[in-house]
């Protein structure tokens, strides 16, 4: 391992590795192949670029990185070049000169990371290319495309398995932050990796704090959390990510925020590509910016000072929510995974999955996956828990989740919980129709509306007996009931309610029913709940170090525009804040800190010293 060491030191800047990652890249280094499920932000991407110059070292070719992201590959490619690694790419965004320089390149031992897409990997050409040049390894990324279990199925990397047939002396790692046991399976079976070690790490995520709100003007909840949560006193706001379902609600979101004082952009497939382009270039480049999005705004956001990921809209599975709120906190710093959600999430998934062209298998796991994740809305628990269980992961409350900071209350909702399910049997009864759970709600707060009377329905026995509930209160029962499953929803009725098998015991008095106690909103203007995140990395800076920080971060602006990369591939935001607070003034005490290795040392020692001398 002394050598993995030198590398990661000289290149990176590091003095020691995390978790596994030792362990992976001794197994790969020395031919191994290998499963590696690794968190999002938890250093997947050295676990196959030190063992690619390690045995670039020891006379083997080039490291072949496969990677479904343009944008994903160019940052890579631009923080190993800055890191004085020989790396290059090959993608649709090169000119047919470009692509031949590269592959002479190739050819002529002049690269040591070559990242391209499956699309590219797979075509005659590279396939002939491939042929004539020595290859060290190949990494797999973002291997749970190859699933159609999984979330972002890509139907190229199905193709893969070719690697192993054609290259069976050449090392492969496949990587993936987010896949269930059935993913993990299809990503062996698929990939031909029936013989490689599996590496499973923690999933946990302890910088990032999750929580989950009730729907009450979702748009405003989310201005409230930013504010309170990711708002300066001078206006300036956090990075982050808001996630919406529908392309329209993404547009109008943005603008509603902007018109709030958040510098927020749009970004969905049906954008023009120009457009959509220059808002990742933007999002990329600059600080205190807010994409709000689809998930088409996915895999390859490799910004690490992403400080919240926000849903409006519940996303379809764990895996994907895992994934999405992944996407802050990658440099370990404290961030906020925030979601405000409702009933009408769950109607419109269910409907989404019914009404999609998937076979009747595949729409029974999509509703079991959309099932766990109603689970983890819904728990009174601690949703780390909830999410690391879901993973195969056993673990203890976080303390730094909603759920632990402010344990919910609950209550002996048997007797409510059988009026709901009465509710919904007596309305079927009397119509031979099921109906959804606003027209239910106001059966049981005795609403003598026109509807409810052309239906008949003030004279069922139910009619009313749940006045005593306010509206709000029954739409988190009803929410809760389909997340115990003795409520489903009848897909072809436009959300219709019917009783789940589990729903008898209840009415016949045989099982109790614990649900959680709704929370009472917060007064107007109330600021939301939970420790800020904005200034952690500067908390425990006195004046000076405050300077300090102040002067690296112009300094690193000015050099990313220099460079015409992003800042964060200059240095990211944890080596800054430790060189504002130990203040180094030689080239021996840089060296030391984390972050700055040989290359990046030689370039902007000299730099970085004399800011820090006229700070």
Request: proline share 3%; hydrophobic share 40%; with cysteine.
């Amino acid at each position: 391992m002394s050598q993995a060491l030198n590398v990661l030191k000289d290149v990176f800047g590091y003095h020691a590795f995390r978790g596994r990652q030792a362990e992976i890249i001794e197994h790969v280094a020395e031919g191994g192949d290998c499963l590696v499920l690794m968190p999002t932000g938890g250093g997947k991407s050295l676990c196959y670029q030190i063992p690619a110059l390690m045995r670039r070292q020891q006379g083997h070719g080039a490291g072949i990185v496969v990677s479904p992201l343009i944008a994903l590959m160019q940052d890579q490619v631009a923080a190993l070049t800055e890191a004085g690694v020989r790396a290059a790419v090959l993608n649709s965004t090169l000119s047919g000169s470009e692509a031949s320089a590269v592959e002479r390149d190739l050819l002529a031992g002049r690269i040591d990371i070559l990242y391209v897409a499956p699309e590219r990997l797979m075509t005659p050409r590279f396939q002939d290319l491939l042929g004539r040049a020595p290859v060290g390894l190949f990494a797999i990324d973002e291997a749970h495309c190859v699933s159609q279990w999984g979330h972002d199925f890509r139907p190229e990397y199905i193709q893969l398995s070719v690697l192993h047939e054609r290259f069976p002396d050449v090392p492969r790692i496949a990587l993936t932050a987010t896949a269930d046991a059935l993913t993990r399976q299809e990503i062996v079976e698929r990939l031909a990796l029936d013989d490689a070690r599996v590496f499973l790490s923690s999933f946990d995520r302890p910088n990032i704090r999750y929580r989950i709100v009730e729907k009450d003007n979702a748009r405003q909840q989310l201005l409230a959390f930013i504010k309170a949560e990711h708002m300066a006193g001078d206006g300036t706001h956090d990075s982050g990510i808001v996630y919406c379902l529908s392309r329209r609600k993404v547009e109008e979101t943005a603008e509603w925020l902007r018109g709030h004082g958040i510098n927020a952009l749009p970004y969905h497939a049906g954008m023009d590509a120009a457009v959509r382009q220059q808002h990742q270039a933007r999002f990329r480049d600059e600080e205190g910016l807010v994409m709000v999005a689809t998930i088409a705004f996915g895999m390859g956001i490799d910004k690490p000072d992403v400080r919240f990921v926000a849903h409006l809209d519940l996303p379809k599975s764990m895996e994907g929510y895992y994934q999405e709120t992944g996407r802050a906190g990658r440099d370990g710093l404290p961030a906020n995974a925030w979601m405000a959600y409702g009933l009408g999430d769950v109607v419109q998934q269910k409907r989404m999955i019914d009404e999609s062209d998937a076979d009747e298998a595949h729409k029974r796991v999509s509703s079991s996956k959309l099932d766990a994740l109603l689970g983890l809305c819904e728990t009174a628990g601690c949703r780390r828990v909830r999410i690391l269980a879901y993973f195969d992961e056993q673990s203890q409350p976080c303390g730094n989740c909603d759920t632990c900071l402010e344990p919910p209350a609950t209550w002996d909702g048997t007797r409510e919980a059988q009026m709901a399910l009465s509710c919904v049997y007596r309305t079927a009864q009397a119509s031979r129709i099921h109906f959804g759970a606003t027209h239910l709600i106001d059966v049981l707060r005795g609403n003598a509306s026109e509807k409810i009377r052309q239906w008949g329905h003030d004279k069922v026995s139910t009619f009313g007996i749940g006045a005593d509930r306010s509206v709000s209160e029954w739409h988190a029962i009803f929410r809760q009931l389909i997340a115990h499953g003795l409520l489903t929803i009848d897909h072809g009725g436009h959300g219709a309610l019917l009783l789940g098998e589990s729903a008898r015991a209840v009415l016949k008095g045989e099982q109790q029913i614990t649900l959680r106690r709704q929370v009472s909103k917060p007064a107007r203007g109330e600021r939301a709940s939970g420790k800020g995140t904005r200034t952690d990395h500067t908390a425990q800076m006195d004046e000076a170090a405050l300077a300090n920080w102040e002067a690296l971060r112009r300094w690193r602006s000015a050099t990313a525009r220099e460079h015409g990369v992003p800042a964060y591939v200059i240095f990211h935001d944890a080596t800054l804040a430790e060189l504002a607070r130990s203040a180094p003034d030689s080239m021996e005490a840089l060296a030391e800190v984390p972050g700055i290795g040989a290359a990046k040392l030689e370039r902007y020692g000299e730099e970085l010293l004399e800011t820090l001398r006229q700070a």
